[in-house]
């Protein structure tokens, strides 16, 4: 066990739709990085957050978005869903602090099928 | 910018093999390195990791040592197991300032190991 919480563990929904995301890091770490994970594209970097702020973007679409909320958990909001968005979204946390060596700890994963 | 290339898979090995999976690295700067795991149905979890050059991780009989010169993080086993069964990620990060380590992935190489 990581730690890290992320929830829903399953979801189908529409094309159109809109879905949220829940991730709560390991007790400790002010970082959480979204990461998606699909057949072909391997494992991308989404967005990152410390500490409630936004501090790294990757390949993030603008009909996704993300916020790190006071008490350190996180959401992603998925919009406008597409086929093509059907994969498996990571959550991850580090310690995040002038320490560690960048070792981050993963959830489970939501897996979002889009249909 | 930063880029991890493995070798594809799948791998498909008998038990008691010996594995390697190489991995090489294009980086600005002195990343940190590592090797995650995924195994079927989970997310991914930390392997083993080195810091600087020349630095050897190992871990459950696995090993990897940071190639500087040759910008190279190779894993290797002496002898496969069933349970060893994954897909095998290499990573790197760069961070600054303790608060942003974004770990950049390969492809995943997948491991079968055969009884």
């Known amino acids: 066990d990581s730690g890290v919480t992320q929830t829903p563990k399953h979801l189908i929904t529409a094309t159109g739709q809109r879905v949220t995301l829940r991730c709560s890091p390991r007790?400790?770490?002010?970082?959480v990085y979204w990461y998606q994970q699909s057949l072909d594209q391997g494992l991308q970097f989404l967005i990152q957050?410390?500490?409630?702020?936004?501090?790294a973007k990757g390949n993030i679409l603008e009909r996704f978005s993300a916020q790190q909320f006071p008490d350190l958990h996180s959401e992603l909001n998925l919009s406008s869903l597409e086929l093509g968005d059907s994969a498996l979204y990571f959550c991850?946390?580090?310690?995040?602090?002038?320490?560690?060596?960048?070792?981050?700890?993963f959830g489970e994963g939501s897996r979002l099928t889009v249909l | 910018g930063n880029s991890v290339t493995q070798m594809e898979g799948p791998v498909t090995l008998s038990e008691e093999a010996f594995l390697t999976i190489n991995c090489t690295y294009t980086a600005t700067g002195y990343p940190s390195l590592f090797w995650y795991v995924q195994y079927p149905g989970e997310g991914l979890q930390l392997l083993l990791k080195a810091t600087k050059a020349d630095d050897k991780g190992s871990n459950k009989g696995f090993e990897a040592t940071y190639r500087k010169e040759t910008t190279s993080f190779h894993l290797e086993k002496g002898s496969v197991q069933v349970s060893d069964s994954a897909v095998y990620f290499c990573a790197l990060s760069e961070g600054s300032g303790g608060s942003n380590y974004k770990l950049t992935f390969g492809k995943g190489t997948l491991l079968t190991v055969n009884p």
């Open positions: 991850a946390s580090s310690v995040g602090l002038a320490r560690g060596t960048g070792e981050l700890f």
């Open positions: 007790s400790g770490d002010l970082s």
């Open positions: 957050y410390y500490n409630g702020e936004e501090r």
